[in-house]
């Protein structure tokens, strides 16, 4: 039945950033400049970590998945964004909404997941440097991966069948630049105190269970960082988690503020907002984090400039 009636909305209209005419085009062109960075720099880290078997190390591993994620994760939601500054009417069809709310919501769990599996890496490197090569194994690292991603399909399976469930009535007017999650609730004629329930228990496995791995994973590497005798030592130590430490911050801080608060604490508007954080600009910025605070992504760089401009 609730598929039936879904069917009575064949298409949603997305409000958008702004209902600014002004504002269109200037935000336009800023969203572009940010998509054709984050396009560049993501495929940049892959095409870079590939060419160079120096970085061909679990660290490096989980890096090009996380640049492959994030591509992924962009090219999901800023192209159609884009049209709708374009375009009179942004339209999205049911079909449509319901496959970008299941990409997102598959790569936004498998960014938590590869995150968490990054902070574990750094555990083993600085906590148990001797047992390295062996713990971090190539089977380990693939076993991780698929932890990984297969975290990504419970994620997407999960929210999307949740509204798959609901019905949309006659009002398609989603208050936001993409299909997510709130939003689509907030429309339906029939979500009930169990949607937002789903909806809550999903989001804590995504966000909750990364975050306590990786706090748990930093509070080994702190320990054992303090005990290192050195100062030299210690620097080396936080500068190889540097990287990851403001990667995290941006993704979780952003994430946990759109979807651990209950919507009438924080507006849909406001939403938007934090949403732009973890959905446009923690994919432009992890590449430039990773390769501006990393003396090995520097140094493959240069040499691959090198050969390039030598051939």
Request: charged fraction near 10%; include cysteine.
């Given at each position: 039945?609730?598929?039936?009636?879904?069917?009575?909305?064949?298409?949603?209209?997305?409000?958008?950033?702004?209902?600014?005419?002004?504002?269109?085009?200037?935000?336009?062109?800023?969203?572009?400049?940010?998509?054709?960075?984050?396009?560049?720099?993501?495929?940049?880290?892959?095409?870079?970590?590939?060419?160079?078997?120096?970085?061909?190390?679990?660290?490096?591993?989980?890096?090009?998945?996380?640049?492959?994620?994030?591509?992924?994760?962009?090219?999901?939601?800023?192209?159609?964004?884009?049209?709708?500054?374009?375009?009179?009417?942004?339209?999205?069809?049911?079909?449509?909404?319901?496959?970008?709310?299941?990409?997102?919501?598959?790569?936004?769990?498998?960014?938590?997941?590869?995150?968490?599996?990054?902070?574990?890496?750094?555990?083993?490197?600085?906590?148990?440097?001797?047992?390295?090569?062996?713990?971090?194994?190539?089977?380990?690292?693939?076993?991780?991966?698929?932890?990984?991603?297969?975290?990504?399909?419970?994620?997407?399976?999960?929210?999307?069948?949740?509204?798959?469930?609901?019905?949309?009535?006659?009002?398609?007017?989603?208050?936001?630049?993409?299909?997510?999650?709130?939003?689509?609730?907030?429309?339906?004629?029939?979500?009930?105190?169990?949607?937002?329930?789903?909806?809550?228990?999903?989001?804590?496995?995504?966000?909750?269970?990364?975050?306590?791995?990786?706090?748990?994973?930093?509070g080994f590497i702190i320990s054992s960082i303090f005990h290192i005798s050195s100062t030299e030592g210690r620097s080396k130590a936080f500068s190889t988690c540097s990287s990851h430490i403001i990667a995290v911050s941006l993704f979780f801080g952003s994430g946990a503020f759109m979807y651990l608060k209950p919507p009438s604490i924080l507006p849909l508007d406001q939403g938007k907002m934090s949403s732009l954080i973890y959905?446009?600009?923690?994919?432009?910025?992890?590449?430039?984090?990773?390769?501006?605070?990393?003396?090995?992504?520097?140094?493959?760089?240069?040499?691959?400039?090198?050969?390039?401009?030598?051939?």
């Open positions: 039945m609730a598929a039936d009636n879904a069917s009575s909305v064949t298409e949603f209209i997305l409000t958008g950033l702004t209902d600014e005419p002004e504002l269109q085009m200037p935000l336009f062109f800023l969203f572009l400049g940010f998509y054709v960075v984050t396009v560049v720099g993501n495929l940049g880290l892959i095409i870079l970590i590939g060419l160079n078997s120096h970085l061909h190390i679990p660290m490096y591993f989980f890096l090009l998945n996380l640049s492959f994620i994030d591509f992924s994760y962009s090219t999901t939601l800023t192209p159609k964004m884009l049209m709708g500054f374009v375009s009179k009417r942004n339209i999205i069809s049911y079909a449509g909404c319901m496959t970008q709310l299941f990409f997102f919501c598959f790569f936004v769990f498998s960014e938590s997941y590869i995150l968490s599996a990054m902070a574990y890496d750094r555990y083993v490197a600085i906590c148990k440097p001797l047992l390295y090569m062996v713990t971090m194994s190539p089977q380990v690292c693939l076993l991780l991966l698929l932890a990984v991603y297969g975290m990504g399909v419970f994620g997407a399976v999960a929210h999307t069948g949740n509204i798959l469930f609901l019905t949309f009535c006659a009002d398609n007017l989603v208050n936001h630049y993409m299909c997510d999650i709130i939003p689509l609730l907030e429309l339906s004629c029939n979500s009930s105190y169990i949607n937002l329930l789903v909806v809550f228990i999903v989001v804590t496995i995504g966000i909750g269970v990364p975050i306590a791995a990786i706090f748990i994973s930093y959905t446009i600009l923690v994919p432009m910025f992890n590449p430039l984090i990773y390769s501006l605070r990393n003396k090995d992504v520097k140094f493959a760089l240069r040499k691959t400039l090198g050969r390039i401009t030598f051939s």
